[in-house]
Each structure stands twice: as structure tokens, then as C-alpha cells.
């Protein structure tokens, strides 16, 4: 990955072109004597509107004219402006951009400080950066509106502290931060969403919300680093979790979505409430032999000693399709239906529907409660409390291998044709 910090160096003079989009009428800031010179010389701009916010309206900054090169703005308003080409900038402080336009820009600040974007348009690809500190940053009703879907051309949007995006829309864009990251109400197609970020091995992390937000297409959210990731009443098409590093707690709650897929890389716990995945083929169509399966909830094997807690309360997943047999060995990469692993401390999962689960269970107490399913394989697992109350898993359950040190099976529902497998374990079900 491309260290950020050196987002100076990114994208050079940036895609100057607009593709065809449709460009606001602006004048030239040149020929606008006035303000021209009030944002070339900050001296004199305070002298003449003190603390006032000087208002710009209708300016063209693009190629080939005044070069703002580690220019410093403060206390603008930027109204039906057009940003193009490189602008790069040592700040921007109490700034406003509203009804602007960002066609193609690679437009960098070293510092950004009390800066809204209201209402304002990248008109496809463009670069906005912070390359030192931004703080209170916000995007407001904004359209990050990219046109190619090929991921070496998406734009980006990132600050190396907070920022928030409300409102916006947008797609083929990376949205992040490295600080404090918030998404509210916002609409968007196939987005990377990657906070934080690894240095020559020294991770930066950020904190990261989601909240009352949809997303069409696959969702991207790693690899990001995070200290706590929250995900809250928000539709997901596809919800690729992409190894993301959260050094905390993970809470996704209220959420639709079609897939959640791939792993965490690290976690300390993980909670998933009220959501339901509906099921999706996660496998390119015409390239491999379709897959549908709705929920990943796992850290790689090397890392599992990290996730102390997971909670599944009120988790709907669709069937798998084309599995007709019993759930292989959770080890083998073949393996379908869903994937849970628990946390070494406690797990639970209870007011869940899950047709085809892979529980792979490492754990000092494991409560499972009005769980409904057909088949589940408990394969390998290692646990020191086991407790089934309402309990009905219909057609097949495997505990081969598993390996149990108190076991209340009296919530485990009994069903005619039910077939239980207990090779080379320790249960005993009378």
C-alpha cells in the first residue's frame, strides 16, 4: 500500500480531464483583482476582513494559472468555485466550499482545520488529502461521483485525523481517515472505506462509525486499522470485511446485508445484533463455480488468542445452495455455509437463524439459545462449558473431534431422521 503520508508525491499532476462531465460557469480567479490578492497575501487579507469570512464566488482555480503552491487559507467561503488540476497548500482553516466543484483535482493541504465541503462535487476521479492533521473536517451532502470502476482509478478522499462524510453520495472513490471516521447517512455504490493505516510497520489507528448508511455493490472496508469499528442500521449489497485490524471491539448492529465476507485480521471482540445476510454468490460469475454464503464471523488461526468475546443476538442468514451433503471439516478450505469462530473467553449465540453453520469453537463457556438451523458443524472444537437451551438444529449436527469439559445438552431439540455424529469426541447425547 502506498504510504499516505507522502500523498504529496500521489497522483502527480493528477487526470486532468473531466471525461465529459458538465463544468459550472466561473470566472478566472486572476481577473478577479480583489479577491486575487487576498489569497495571495494573508497579511493583507486580515488586515482588510479581520476575523470576517471573505466570500469568493464564481472563481475558475485550474491549470495553468496562479500558482497557490503552500499558500495559506483561512477565514474563506468559496461559493460555485471550480477546483481543477494540482493546488497543493501549507493549510486551510475555517474554510468553507459550498456548491463547488473538484473535477480531476489533486487538491492537498498540509493541515486542515474547521473545514466544511457542503453541497460540493468531485465530477469523477480527484485526490483531496490532509497531510499532516485535520480536525473537524466534514463532507455535507457531497457527491463523490467516480466514473471508472477499475480500482487503479479510483479517487481518494482521506485525512490523516478526523473527518466525517454526512450525506454524501458517490462511488469508486476510497473514503477515509486516520482519526476519529464517521459515516452518517450517506448513499453510495462499490467504495473503499479503509481507515488507518501501516507505516514501515507502525500502525495508525483510527475509530471508526457507520451509521444509518446503504451501500450498493461491494463495500470495502479493509485493510484498515481501527480501534473500534461500529456499524450501525445500515444495508450492505456485499460486506467485505478484507482483514481488517481493529485492536478493539467490532459492533454491527441493525444491519441488512446480502454477504459478509472475508476475515477480520484482529479483533478483541466481536458483536453482531439484529442483522439478517440474505445470501449472495461472493464468487466472480463465469470464473469460478458459484458460492453463496452469507456471513464470516472469524480472525485468522494465529490470531484467535486476540478475540476474547463474540455475541451473535438476533443474526438471520440465508441457505447455501448446492451443499446437499454435511459440513466438511471447518479446516478444509472447501467449506461452506457460515463460518463462526468464538471467543476464547465466552460465546454466545442465541435468537439466531443459521441453515448451515461451521462453529469453530475454542472457548471457556459457550451458551447457545433459541438457535434454529438444519445442519452445524462443530468440528474440532475445544470448549470448557457448553449450554443448549431451545435449541433446534433439524437435519445433521458433526461433533467430530470436539472436545467438551461440561456439557448441558438438555435444550438440545431431538428431531425423527436427525442424524448426530460424535467421532473421536467426548459427547454423549442419551
Avoid at 497557490?68 to 471550480?82: A, G, L, P, S, T
Avoid at 489507528?205 to 469499528?229: A, D, Q, R
Avoid at 461452506?336 to 454466545?348: A, E, K, L
Avoid at 469453530?360 to 443448549?388: D, H, P, Q, R
Amino acid at each position: 500500500m502506498t504510504n499516505r503520508r507522502q500523498f504529496l508525491a500521489i497522483c502527480g499532476t493528477a487526470c486532468l480531464s473531466t471525461g465529459g462531465c458538465t463544468r459550472m460557469a466561473a470566472k478566472r480567479i486572476e481577473n478577479m483583482p480583489r479577491e486575487y490578492a487576498l489569497l495571495m497575501n494573508p497579511e493583507q487579507r486580515r488586515a482588510v476582513v479581520g476575523d470576517q469570512r471573505l466570500k469568493i464566488s464564481g472563481a475558475d482555480f485550474g491549470v495553468g494559472g496562479t500558482d497557490f503552491y503552500e499558500k495559506e487559507w483561512e477565514n474563506i467561503h468559496f461559493y460555485d468555485c471550480i477546483f481543477y488540476g494540482v493546488i497543493h497548500l501549507t493549510s486551510i482553516r475555517n474554510c468553507v466550499f459550498e456548491h463547488c466543484q473538484f473535477p480531476g483535482s489533486n487538491f492537498q493541504a498540509y493541515d486542515f482545520e474547521n473545514v466544511v465541503f457542503l453541497r460540493s462535487d468531485t465530477l469523477g476521479e480527484a485526490n483531496l488529502m490532509a497531510g499532516n492533521t485535520s480536525k473537524n473536517v466534514r463532507f455535507v451532502e457531497c457527491d463523490f461521483g467516480g466514473k471508472n470502476s477499475d480500482e487503479n482509478h479510483y479517487g481518494a478522499i482521506y485525512f490523516n485525523q478526523d473527518v466525517s462524510y454526512e450525506d454524501c453520495t458517490g462511488q469508486y472513490m476510497s473514503l477515509a481517515g486516520n482519526g476519529i471516521v464517521l459515516y452518517r447517512n450517506c448513499n453510495f455504490g462499490p467504495v473503499y472505506v479503509n481507515s488507518g493505516e501501516s507505516i514501515n510497520g507502525k500502525k495508525v489507528y483510527s475509530t471508526v462509525l457507520i451509521e444509518n448508511c446503504e451501500f450498493k455493490g461491494s463495500t470495502g472496508l479493509g485493510p484498515s486499522y481501527s480501534t473500534s469499528l461500529t456499524i450501525l442500521n445500515s444495508k450492505f449489497d456485499v460486506l467485505d470485511i478484507g482483514s481488517s485490524d481493529v485492536s478493539g471491539d467490532v459492533l454491527i448492529e441493525d444491519v441488512q446485508a446480502g454477504a459478509m465476507i472475508n476475515e477480520f485480521y484482529s479483533a478483541r471482540s466481536i458483536t453482531v445484533r439484529n442483522s439478517k445476510f440474505r445470501s449472495v454468490n461472493v464468487r466472480p460469475p463465469g470464473v469460478y463455480p458459484k458460492v453463496y454464503r452469507s456471513f464470516k464471523c472469524l480472525v485468522p488461526v494465529e490470531n484467535r488468542g486476540n478475540l476474547k468475546s463474540v455475541v451473535l443476538d438476533g443474526v438471520e442468514c440465508g441457505h447455501d445452495e448446492g451443499d446437499d451433503g454435511y459440513l466438511p471439516n471447518l479446516i478444509d478450505d472447501t467449506v461452506s455455509g457460515c463460518w463462526i469462530m468464538g471467543g476464547v473467553d465466552t460465546t454466545v449465540i442465541r435468537n439466531c437463524k443459521i441453515p448451515k453453520a461451521s462453529l469453530w469453537l475454542e472457548s471457556a463457556n459457550v451458551t447457545i439459545e433459541n438457535y434454529e438451523g438444519e445442519k452445524a458443524s462443530f468440528v474440532t472444537s475445544k470448549i470448557g462449558s457448553l449450554t443448549f437451551r431451545a435449541t433446534a438444529i433439524a437435519k445433521a449436527i458433526d461433533f467430530t473431534g470436539v472436545q467438551v469439559q461440561k456439557l448441558d445438552a438438555k435444550g438440545l431439540v431431538r428431531f425423527a431422521g436427525q442424524k448426530i455424529v460424535t467421532a473421536d469426541s467426548n459427547v454423549y447425547l442419551p
